[in-house]
């Protein structure tokens, strides 16, 4: 088993100033995530939550190969926001986030702010706008609820990975080219993406099948009849 | 929580301990899709990285050994622990929120 995980950025690779900026944007989105978290909270939210970060800790340990050399894993930011909404499911990440770095090595500390802006903001919210956009066809069959959840998680994937190209576009510390390093970076995180993309949708499937009701996507709003999805 | 609820969480809980537990001994060990484009302009040799690559500037995490490492038992830690402080995070998110 591997100690590193996808998008967990270890220490050193950004300068202090841009660590220190992305630590602050991280700590405003979790403050801003948990004002408006609490008026997604209802009775089922908490277990949910609590489980969903358990998983996703655990599937974050399993490595699957995606190209010769190269492993990716699910990293769950699309399936967190399908599943608890935006707020909760930021905030949810973000516990998995800091519990990797603070006691498992698994992520830089100075590197954290970095880790949870790629992850718990800008995977999650792109993971949510792009549901949100296609939550009609994900509400009209269990096809399109599948196809929605793929196409989620793979955007999700591809917008963290972006998300760390800007940080290293302000403060990379190797004289590198930032066109080739953006072309890697996001290239094999399109290909990690697939992967993210089917996990999510068996996962949002399998739940679909069982607790439609537990699916913030399709139940929130106007429409509360999630058990459309279920068949 | 109702009874469905009740047994969907013990059976979630059960998946997620193989998970983390048993079935993560067998993850792919190749590098990571962030690990894996960051050496990209170096070649490694006798351990060195050698040329120019973003990589080369990773630093040892601070808390070096200490760290839980990444057993099977570990990561069933973590899981439960992650597990206890989403949950209960959320808990208490919601119990501010209606004193409110």
Known sequence: ?231 | MTASTRRLALLAAVVIGVLAVGVSAFASAAPDGLEWALRDGCSESSGELRGTCPAQHEREHALGDYALGSTGLAAGAGAALVLLLAWGGVALLRGRGARE
């Open chain 1, 1 to 231: 088993m591997t100690a590193s995980v996808a998008m967990h950025l270890s220490d050193g690779v950004l300068d202090a100033p841009t660590s220190l900026l992305f630590g602050a944007i991280a700590a405003v989105w979790l403050t801003l995530a948990a004002a408006r978290g609490r008026i997604d909270i209802d009775d089922r939210t908490a277990p949910l939550a609590g489980l969903l970060a358990a998983f996703l800790f655990a599937m974050q340990l399993l490595n699957f190969p995606v190209l010769p050399g190269v492993s990716g894993h699910l990293y769950g930011g699309a399936l967190a926001a399908i599943l608890l909404g935006p707020w909760v499911g930021s905030l949810c990440l973000s516990v998995v986030v800091v519990i990797q770095a603070l006691l498992f090595a698994d992520g830089g500390l100075t590197a954290l702010g970095a880790n949870v802006t790629n992850m718990a903001l800008l995977g999650t919210a792109a993971g949510f706008v792009v549901a949100l956009a296609a939550r009609g066809v994900a509400r009209r069959s269990r096809a399109g609820l599948l196809s929605v959840a793929f196409l989620a998680g793979l955007v999700s994937t591809v917008a963290a990975s972006a998300g760390f190209v800007v940080e290293y576009a302000i403060g990379g510390q190797a004289d590198v080219s930032l066109g080739g390093l953006a072309g890697v970076v996001i290239g094999v995180h399109a290909v990690i993406g697939i992967g993210e993309g089917v996990i999510t949708a068996l996962a949002v499937g399998a739940i679909a099948r069982v607790r439609p009701d537990l699916i913030y996507l399709v139940r929130t709003s106007e429409a509360r009849q999630p058990a459309a999805v279920a068949s």
